[in-house]
């Protein structure tokens, strides 16, 4: 392997790893975690951090980004289950899970991030879900995506101040008026 191609892939890991570290810290600390403490946790210079991230901002915006695509990529592997009803709102357990525990992913989604192929992207499956959904006769007509994200929102906000035993209550009562009688 030549010399680039291997500096190159050192900094795809590096990238990477970053993420990953990001990811989690943001997850369970919030926002505030300096790019400094990151680089530490993940075993690399701040200049590596920098390099990669110009600013906070970037990291922040990199982590949301990566978090929509792997929920994105969830509803397209739940797209062609045999079961489009159980698979909606299977999918909107874990899209809510996820918001939950993400405190930079929940704040995200409150937030306006339409433009960013990754949100696209999640909203097309979760529109493929709720299409298959609707058809299948599981879930009332006339609701649509931007309905489904507005929800969701309501529900994240609501539980945030929860304890952890009454977390799930508001997607409970959701997930059953969704229902089609």
Do not use: W
Request: glycine share 10%; charged share 30%; net charge negative.
């Amino acid at each position: 392997m030549s010399e680039d191609r291997s500096a190159r892939a050192d900094a795809a890991r590096n990238r990477e790893r970053i993420l990953t570290i990001a990811k989690l810290a943001f997850a369970v600390e919030g926002p505030d975690v300096p790019l400094d403490e990151i680089a530490r946790r993940a075993g690399v210079g701040a200049g590596t951090v920098h390099r990669h991230f110009p600013s906070k901002r970037d990291l922040l915006a990199a982590v949301v980004v990566d978090r929509l695509a792997g929920l994105a990529a969830r509803a397209q592997e739940l797209e062609d289950a045999p079961d489009p009803v159980e698979a909606f709102f299977l999918f909107l357990r874990e899209l809510t899970a996820e918001a939950r525990e993400n405190i930079v992913l929940t704040t995200a989604i409150g937030e306006s991030i339409d433009e960013t192929e990754a949100a696209a992207a999640l909203s097309r499956g979760l529109g493929v879900l709720l299409d298959r959904a609707q058809r299948a006769g599981g879930v009332k007509r006339g609701i649509t995506v931007v309905d489904i994200h507005a929800i969701l929102n309501g529900i994240i906000v609501m539980e945030r101040g929860l304890p952890d035993g009454a977390k799930g209550l508001g997607l409970d009562i959701v997930v059953d008026g969704l229902r089609a009688r």
